[in-house]
């Protein structure tokens, strides 16, 4: 089975400082690794995925994540916040095996000016 | 080009009531996913279709769920006897080609209201 959690339901940064999400995961088997953002009334948009080729995957909008296989993470990070980086962040897991992705429950970013 | 589209975006019904939400995915996307989020939650998935068939409905979470894509393209989700716990933001997504590490694109959810 495979599930993921993201600790930290809410997150505040200021602007200009460091964007760390948090993303642990949990497969039977090698997973893909995904993170969405959700901008408030639209649909999920793709910032970044993994897929067994580098561990350190860069995305869209200056975002970047590293799957590590040992602690069971691929956390989200960004060097400098932006305000209109401020949205919901979900991440989620699909197994070789299946089709369906899991998603974790969320973490709000808040960026403070 | 167009993105997923989802209509209606918000359908308020009473309880006991039939509600249909339909999706049309990206052009020439094979595969056909629907999920449901719940306020505070993720999306949790309900159904995904390769084609006209659904290859995996473990998701549905009862009888009164049920979803079609006669054509492969566009898909209706069916809710029966509408209950309050149903209310929730129903999310479809649809992908190139099957296959776990394929980008699924999501549209922008119909929310639903049972009263």
């Known amino acids: 089975a495979q599930s993921v959690t993201q600790l930290g339901s809410h997150v505040s940064v200021s602007e200009g400082a460091l964007v760390l999400l948090r993303c642990n995961y949990s497969s039977s088997v090698p997973p893909y690794l995904f993170w969405y953002v959700q901008y408030p009334n639209q649909g999920l948009q793709l910032l970044l995925k993994y897929t067994s080729a580098a561990t350190l995957v860069k995305g869209i909008n200056g975002f970047e994540a590293e799957f590590k296989k040992s602690e069971t993470s691929f956390h989200l990070t960004k060097p400098s916040a932006h305000m209109s980086d401020a949205a919901e962040y979900f991440c989620?897991?699909?197994?070789?095996?299946?089709?369906?992705?899991?998603f974790g429950t969320g973490t709000s970013l808040t960026v403070i000016p | 080009g167009a993105g997923v589209s989802q209509t209606p975006s918000n359908k308020v019904t009473e309880k006991g009531k039939y509600v249909e939400l339909r999706c049309d995915p990206i052009?020439?996307?094979?595969?056909l996913y629907w999920y449901r989020q719940s306020l505070g939650q993720g999306p949790e998935f309900l159904i995904y279709?390769?084609?006209?068939?659904?290859?995996?409905d473990s998701g549905l979470p009862n009888d009164r769920f049920f979803a079609v894509r006669p054509e492969g393209s566009v898909s209706t989700l069916k809710i029966q006897r509408t209950e309050r716990g149903d209310s929730a933001v129903y999310l479809c997504?649809?992908?190139?080609?099957?296959?776990?590490?394929?980008?699924?694109?999501f549209g922008p959810g119909t929310r639903l209201t049972v009263l």
């Open positions: 997504a649809s992908s190139l080609r099957r296959g776990p590490s394929n980008e699924q694109f």
């Open positions: 052009s020439g996307h094979t595969a």
């Open positions: 279709f390769q084609g006209t068939g659904a290859a995996d």
């Open positions: 989620a897991v699909s197994a070789s095996t299946g089709n369906q992705f899991y």
